[in-house]
Each structure stands twice: as structure tokens, then as C-alpha cells.
């Protein structure tokens, strides 16, 4: 599966991004979709990861109450809406699948089921 994403931008503190994630190579539904970031100079984190079956989500401690992970099944595609971003939301995001199970994704996604990253910058 090829994993797209987009959407990272510049904002100020305070404003909202959408970040996409299209899928090619199978259908988002039969797939378990996540979002990890990473910070200059450290490492990958997980922020927020969707079931299969598309009900299911969670979310690291920091983003709760202000990302939302969802799935458009006609476009193929995952989104992050993020509200209310944070400098400390900085980083770059990357979007990530897993064909069986949601936990191994919120663990460690496989290797060929990530994404290249975009940039999310926020200025205080």
C-alpha cells in the first residue's frame, strides 16, 4: 500500500489543520489508520490511530480533545483534524496503516505501511 499525506502548513497558535492521508494499493476500510509525529531532534511519536472498523480511536495524552482522526471510505483517504494546535505540536507528521490490527499500529507499524511526512508548524 503507498500512503500519501498532506496538508501541513504554518499557523499561529490557537488555529486548525486537516492533514489527508490517501491510501493506494487497498481500500482505508480494510485497513487500520494511524498518525505519528515527530519533533526535531527526537523521536517518532504516536498521536492518534482508527480501527478498522471505523468506530474505534485513540489518541495520545496531548492531542485529546483537539485532533480528530476520520476516514472517507469514497476517497480513500484518513484525516487528522487538528484544533486549537500548540508550538509543541510541531513537527512532522506521518501518516501509517496496518492491515490486520489497530495495536500493532499503535506500537509499531509495520515498515512498508508508512507514509512520507509533512510539516506542521506552529508559531506562538
Known amino acids: 500500500v503507498q500512503l500519501q499525506a498532506s496538508g501541513g502548513g504554518l499557523v499561529q497558535a490557537g488555529d486548525s489543520l486537516r492533514l489527508a492521508c490517501v491510501a493506494s494499493?487497498?481500500?482505508?476500510?480494510?485497513?487500520?489508520m494511524g498518525w505519528y509525529r515527530q519533533p526535531a531532534g527526537k523521536g517518532r511519536e504516536f498521536v492518534a490511530a482508527?480501527?478498522?472498523?471505523?468506530?474505534?480511536?485513540y489518541y495520545a495524552d496531548s492531542v485529546k480533545g483537539r485532533f480528530t482522526i476520520s476516514r472517507d471510505n469514497a476517497n480513500n483517504a484518513a484525516y487528522l483534524q487538528m484544533n486549537n494546535l500548540k508550538p509543541e505540536d510541531t513537527a512532522v507528521y506521518y501518516c501509517?496503516?496496518?492491515?490486520?490490527?489497530?495495536?500493532?499500529?499503535?506500537?509499531?507499524?509495520?515498515?512498508?505501511?508508512w507514509g512520507q511526512g509533512t510539516q506542521v508548524t506552529v508559531s506562538s
Open positions: 501509517a496503516a496496518d492491515p490486520l490490527t489497530v495495536d500493532r499500529l499503535r506500537q509499531k507499524p509495520k515498515d512498508d505501511y
Open positions: 494499493g487497498r481500500a482505508v476500510l480494510n485497513l487500520a
Open positions: 482508527l480501527a478498522r472498523n471505523g468506530d474505534t480511536t
